[in-house]
């Protein structure tokens, strides 16, 4: 079937490069600094991930910056030329200002090209979490969805993924700024291994804490196998690390033991993210239950005062 659009992703999806590389989806490259050197992040193909953190390991603290606005301007104006509505999935608005910059410059080339069919959608999630909806959203264009659709998908399919990942310590995302101090000093007196997930938000929220990796790997399993989605016979699940791929074999291992049908996607997590979760972090995510049934009553209602 003929694509009736085009998409726009970026790098913070963290999927593998042979994935995403296919006619009329384009890639947004988000930067990363080591020192005053610019790097973009082209999913492994300029820096393998194995590299990257061997440099974090030997004491190189990286930094990331939001999406340049000539980054913005030569992917939109392409697709602007190209005629095709498009849609660009975009990395949470709630860990980066992209998202806010996007709409900026997509006024901005809607002024050159007025005829340009441009939808943003903020994903609200995050590397495998948002690689997931990414994949989805390639196989859904590829089915025939249309621009209109596409967005309507993806904005509900987005409380639908589940979540869960585990790091090694939470020193890199205090210094990036996405905890808050006193969360990552209590983290380090306790000496426990730190489970996040990602809100409705797509803000980060500490979903509980593991004494050990080892224990740590067997509750992201568990999270998969009481928040799967059970109608579903051959589950695809998506995992990734931060170079400890010895971990993720074990997490294939005891998952694969309590559910035959799965079907595992690697992925490795690239230097935007891990600039923020450090060497050492593993995660699982899945299709599964509407997240937003985790909230109280109370918050339901408020959601829904809200319009949201």
Known sequence: ??????????SCCDLPYSVVDREGVYLIKFPFLFGDQEHLDDLGQSMSAHDFYERMRHGE???????????????????AQSGIPTVYL??????????DVSHIVAEQVQGQYPDMELHIVDTKLASVAEALLVYEAI???????????????????RYFVNALFMVDDLESLR??????????????????????????????????????????????????????????????VVTGHADCPKDLERLHDIVSKQDEGVLFMDGEIGPVIGSHVGPGMIAIVFWGKDRREDLSVADRIARKVKGI
């Open 175 to 236: 210094r990036g700024g996405r905890i808050p101090d006193s969360v990552a000093y209590a983290g380090a007196k306790l000496d426990v291994k730190p489970l996040l997930t990602i809100d409705l938000e797509g803000k980060l929220s500490l979903k509980g804490v593991a004494r050990g990796r080892k224990k740590g790997i067997k509750q992201l399993a568990e999270y998969y196998l009481e928040r799967r989605d059970l109608e579903n016979s051959s589950q695809r």
């Open 90 to 99: 975009s990395f949470s608005s709630g860990l980066s200002g992209s998202y």
């Open 61 to 79: 603290c990286p930094t990331t910056a939001q999406v340049s606005i000539p980054a913005f301007t030569e992917a939109f104006t392409k697709v």
């Open 139 to 157: 196989r859904q264009r590829e089915k025939g969805l249309t621009a209109h659709e596409m967005v309507a998908w993806a904005e509900e399919a």
């Open 1 to 10: 079937m003929t694509a009736q659009c085009n998409l726009i992703i970026d």
